[in-house]
């Protein structure tokens, strides 16, 4: 690293530039109501041959609905669909990998996600472990995958996770719930068509659009905010609270959903999560209560944290006359709370987004307990 001392760079000043995050981008976005019809275009540039097949992993909710006669299919091109009836785990990943590599002699040209937050972290993850060896819950963590994953394109078909913009993939492993975090995570190619949200269940769309909003409290209300989240985050409330507060037509609210989903998962990149994320991974971990429904699980329930955030909270809960499910840590053993307790607690960076450095003092087993019982 000699070049380094010719530049007149020390090793201190590298160091402190470490510290700021530099964080991936997605490089390339398409938005509008119709656009999808323009994929063919877009994957066309990217085809590396004939034998290079796209692989488009797509949510068993459209078999054999009309979005699947429109994906651009060319040569030896695959559809697998997945349900999304459970969140994506490393288990899978390995084996959908596993799958493509007997079949194909060759890298496929690209991996699309047709889907919500499960179909987008599985293909993030499947176009990372094709280029990457052994199992996916190897790079369970930040910053340990090695190789540039194969090109991958997310296409979101229900608005809140953020996850078409964020670097990680979330998948449920043996030990942990956990993303694989890497620059290599980030989608190459998002298509944002509000029209593929159309057939989302009203309590589907509330759940997930929580989870956008949540993003928001979680960022605005945390320590680690600063000017660049803080303005994602304003502008992801505001049109979360236009979606779900406000009496907007049916396209307007799928266009500021699918944006406000956008903003928040660029919030968060530059922040963290907060108490209701740690502890609805507890949740998801023990129990496999997803992501969207265990964050409103728990949020319901943290006004001493969010006072203003949940009030709004249980506002938009009862225009939309949404019920949560009760009694869901009802029959649970203390080895149970304990279980979940230690993977919450586990979430260093969540919690000390919410609650500083001194959290430990604030936050301890008992009071997690106390409000797991409440759920
Ligand atoms: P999801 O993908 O789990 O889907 C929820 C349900 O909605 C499924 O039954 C699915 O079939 C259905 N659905 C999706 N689109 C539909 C449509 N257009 N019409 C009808 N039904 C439709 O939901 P989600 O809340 O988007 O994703 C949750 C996942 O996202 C979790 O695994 C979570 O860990 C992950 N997540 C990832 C990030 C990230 O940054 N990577 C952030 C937050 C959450
Ligand atoms: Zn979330």
């Known amino acids: 690293m000699e070049f ?39 994957l066309l540039s990217k ?6 097949p796209f692989i488009f992993l797509v949510d068993d909710v459209f078999e054999g609905k009309d979005l699947v006669s429109r994906i651009p299919l060319l040569f030896n091109d695959q559809i697998i669909f997945i ?35 499960t179909l987008l972290d599985l293909s993030k993850a499947v176009s990372i472990m094709l280029t990457n060896k052994g199992s996916s819950t190897g790079y369970q963590g930040w910053d340990l995958v090695a190789k540039p994953s194969v090109y991958h394109v997310g296409i979101p078909t229900i608005s809140g996770t953020g996850a078409e913009v964020s670097r990680t993939a979330v998948l449920l492993g043996p030990e942990k719930k956990l993303g694989i975090n890497s620059d290599y995570t980030t989608f190459d190619q998002v298509l944002l068509d509000p029209d593929l949200t159309k057939g989302v269940p009203k309590e589907q769309w509330f759940y997930t659009g929580m989870d956008c909003f949540i993003h928001c409290v979680e960022s605005l209300e945390g320590t680690y905010l600063n000017a660049f989240s803080q303005s994602y985050g304003e502008k992801a409330m505001d049109l979360c609270k236009e979606v779900y507060l406000g009496d907007l037509e049916d396209s307007d609210s799928r266009d500021k959903l699918m944006m406000a989903s956008w903003h928040g998962g660029m919030s968060i990149a530059y922040s963290q999560v907060g108490v209701a994320h740690a502890m609805s991974y507890g949740l998801g971990f023990l129990l496999g209560v997803r992501h969207g429904i265990g964050n409103c699980l728990v949020f319901q329930h943290l006004e001493e944290f969010y006072p203003e955030g949940v009030a709004l909270f249980k506002k938009m809960q009862k225009k939309h006359n949404i019920e949560l499910p009760t009694g869901i840590c009802s029959g649970l053993t203390s080895d149970d709370f304990d279980k979940m307790i230690q993977v919450s607690l ?8 919410a609650l500083g450095s001194e959290w430990r003092n604030i936050i301890t087993p008992e009071k997690l307990e106390s409000i797991y019982r409440k759920i």
């Not at 085809?47 to 290079?52: G, L, N, P, T, V």
């Not at 586990?346 to 987004?353: D, I, Q, T």
Request: charged share 30%; hydrophobic share 35%.
């Open 47 to 52: 085809r590396k041959h004939s034998e290079a």
């Open 346 to 353: 586990g979430m260093v960076p969540l919690w000390e987004n």
């Open 83 to 117: 349900s999304a009836d459970e969140e994506p785990k490393t288990g899978q990943v390995d084996i959908l990998v596993q799958k493509i590599k007997e079949e194909y002699s060759d890298l496929p040209s690209g991996v699309v996600g047709i889907g919500g937050g």
């Open 4 to 42: 380094k001392k010719d530049l007149g760079i020390s090793e201190v000043t590298l160091e402190k530039k470490a510290a700021f995050k530099n964080f991936p981008m997605v490089p390339r976005v398409v938005f509008g109501s119709g656009c999808f019809d323009q994929l063919g275009d877009i």
